[in-house]
């Protein structure tokens, strides 16, 4: 059981690049997150899914996109790389959408833009 | 003003002494509290949930003021392993933004030998 893993750990791009953050889960959970996390900051909700095939904006959805075509897996997208996107993504899952549903995070993908 | 608001820190104790952080929120609709504990670049992980009567897990204690809007987190008889960032947390409110949550930027702790 390996809870929630994301691919890749590291990565540095080219301003104007793409790439795609996969995190896939293995816990049947419905719900599923994409954050970032920037130095004296919070984390930010980017986008999420409620389940398979449907995904909504949080918070910073400016420059993302995502897709839930199976269950396990939220993808992550960046079609243009800015510097601003430099950070730390984290994926979470949750069981369900309650107001005590624990999420659970992936290990972080780092990602710098130069 | 921030929406969860916590000391940054850091917060230097020495080894077996309690200290307590302190988070302050401002959505009166909120729900729901945690706390979770972060490792240097490591994900964050539950430490515990906050309810309305308070809770108490080992050495860990968590209160909650509604009226004052802010929770709370007691560490007593603190172990070198205590060390990390604790992140206080918010759910949005209620209905569809119930299972969103508001993050707090962390307190830094320390445990000294």
């Known amino acids: 059981n390996a809870g929630v893993t994301q691919t890749p750990k590291f990565r540095v791009l080219k301003t104007g690049q793409s790439m795609t953050l996969l995190c896939a889960q293995d816990m049947n959970h419905e719900y599923m997150y994409w954050y970032r996390q920037d130095p004296g900051m919070g984390l930010r909700l980017i986008h999420y899914?409620?389940?398979?095939?449907?995904?909504a904006k949080g918070e910073v959805p400016d420059g993302y996109n995502v897709s839930r075509l199976k269950k396990q897996n939220f993808l992550l997208g960046l079609e243009s790389a800015a510097p601003s996107q430099t950070s730390v993504y984290f994926c979470?899952?949750?069981?369900?959408?309650?107001?005590?549903?624990?999420?659970?995070f992936g290990p972080g993908t780092r990602l710098t833009v130069l | 003003r921030k929406e969860v608001e916590q000391d940054p820190g850091p917060f230097n104790v020495p080894e077996g002494a309690t200290v307590a952080f302190n988070c302050t929120y401002s959505?009166?609709?909120?729900?729901?509290f945690f706390w979770y504990r972060q490792d240097c670049r490591k994900e964050p992980k539950l430490l515990m949930s906050v309810y309305s009567s308070g809770n108490e897990d080992g050495r860990f204690t968590a209160q909650l003021n509604r009226a004052s809007q802010y929770i709370s987190l007691l560490i007593r008889d603190s172990k070198l392993s205590d060390s990390a960032t604790y992140l206080c947390?918010?759910?949005?409110?209620?209905?569809?933004?119930?299972?969103?949550?508001?993050w707090g930027a962390g307190t830094k702790l320390i445990i000294k030998p």
């Open positions: 979470a899952s949750s069981s369900g959408g309650g107001p005590y549903n624990e999420q659970f």
């Open positions: 947390v918010v759910n949005k409110g209620s209905g569809d933004s119930n299972y969103q949550l508001i």
């Open positions: 959505n009166s609709a909120s729900q729901s």
């Open positions: 899914s409620v389940g398979e095939g449907t995904t």
